[in-house]
T-cell receptor
Framework: EAQVTQNPRYLITVTGKKLTVTCSQN?????MSWYRQDPGLGLRQIYY???????DKGDVPEGYKVSRKEKRNFPLILESPSPNQTSLYFC???????????????FGPGTRLTVL | AQSVTQLDSHVSVSEGTPVLLRCNYS??????LFWYVQHPNKGLQLLLK??????LVKGINGFEAEFKKSETSFHLTKPSAHMSDAAEYFC??????????????FGTGTRLTIIP
């Protein structure tokens, strides 16, 4: 089944304890992205990746890191989480066609993170 | 800069009556527009998309939307609401950027409640 998977789905942690949220897609998509969803703010992009070893900042990158060493995986790293990073996180992927992204993004099921 | 405004944060309709979820956008370029649905504790699912083809777009589950450039609107409609339509709906505008990148801007969401 074509899908985007995220792990863990739920995580409660404490301030300052490094964590990684994994994201994996099995559709051979080149483009991947991370979003956070907060009440009243919709989804906001954290980081995105156009291809392996190509990543760039989205709208709210502060406090996050990403890496793209393999095409299928795009982990989100919080080196020192803080309470304001408590949120619902979504990973998404999209194919590229003709050099442009003219397709929908496929979203993972979400990871609910609470930082105490 | 592009933006999306979903005019209603909550909409309630009776089962079997029409649904209208309103979305206005602004974009410096010719945008692509999407509607996504998020059911409770689920990821986002694409309902429909407009990518400069027909202005009336039909999606899944009986939903459709009309792109009106003069009004900068992309309202989502369904003739007859079903209980399973209860969810949160996001209007999204996509803008192509340099080097094959794209930016998705999400609206803040409209929660649709169906009254039995």
């Amino acid at each position: 089944e074509a899908q985007v998977t995220q792990n863990p789905r739920y995580l409660i942690t404490v301030t300052g304890k490094k964590l990684t949220v994994t994201c994996s897609q099995n559709m051979n998509h080149e483009y991947m992205s991370w979003y956070r969803q907060d009440p009243g703010l919709g989804l906001r992009q954290i980081y995105y990746s156009m291809n392996v070893e190509v990543t760039d900042k989205g709208d709210v990158p502060e406090g996050y890191k990403v890496s793209r060493k393999e095409k299928r995986n795009f982990p989100l790293i919080l080196e020192s989480p803080s309470p304001n990073q408590t949120s619902l996180y979504f990973c998404a992927s999209s194919p590229r066609s003709g050099g442009t992204l003219n397709n929908e993004q496929f979203f993972g099921p979400g990871t609910r993170l609470t930082v105490l | 800069a592009q933006s999306v405004t979903q005019l209603d944060s909550h909409v309630s309709v009776s089962e079997g009556t029409p649904v209208l979820l309103r979305c206005n956008y602004s974009s410096s370029y010719s945008p692509s527009l999407f509607w996504y649905v998020q059911h409770p504790n689920k990821g986002l699912q694409l309902l429909l998309k407009y990518t400069s083809a027909a202005t009336l777009v039909k999606g899944i589950n009986g939903f459709e939307a009309e792109f009106k450039k003069s009004e900068t609107s992309f309202h989502l409609t369904k003739p007859s609401a079903h209980m399973s339509d209860a969810a949160e709906y996001f209007c999204v505008v996509r803008e192509a950027r340099n080097f094959g990148n794209e930016k998705l801007t999400f609206g803040t969401g409209t929660r649709l409640t169906i009254i039995p």
